[in-house]
């Protein structure tokens, strides 16, 4: 059984940075694709980085490409993200998420489990 628990959410000023971790439960987390997803007040879920089983392959957002950075280690059953030069924009409740058949793409839709969500928030 997979469950996903995020961490390492919170306020933070812009410029700043965060990491977050989403740690697995489950046997068989490294069997699976990983991604982040977020939601910000108002808006449809964005998806927002993405790893491969092997940690070989990563894919990013356009909006956060250069300043996020995602990655995985199998032996913890946990992948995390990392988030440098955070703007105000970046709010939102960031989910991690697993797809457990085929190669991941950037679609919100290939995700077959999902974690309950952290808050994200940065101040101007």
């Known amino acids: 059984q997979v469950r996903l628990v995020e961490s390492g959410g919170g306020l933070v000023q812009a410029g700043g940075s965060l990491r977050l971790s989403c740690a697995d439960s489950?046997?068989?987390?490294?069997?699976?694709?990983m991604g982040w997803i977020r939601q910000a007040p108002g808006k449809e879920r964005e998806f927002v980085a993405g790893i491969s089983v092997s940690g070989d392959s990563t894919y990013y957002a356009d909006s956060v490409k250069g300043r996020f950075t995602i990655s995985r280690e199998n032996a913890k059953n946990t992948v995390y993200l990392q988030m440098n030069s955070l703007k105000p924009e970046d709010t939102a409740v960031y989910y991690c998420a697993a797809r457990a058949i085929g190669a991941l793409t950037r679609s919100l839709y290939q995700f077959d489990y999902w974690g309950q969500g952290t808050q994200v928030t940065v101040s101007s």
């Open positions: 489950g046997r068989t987390f490294r069997t699976y694709g």
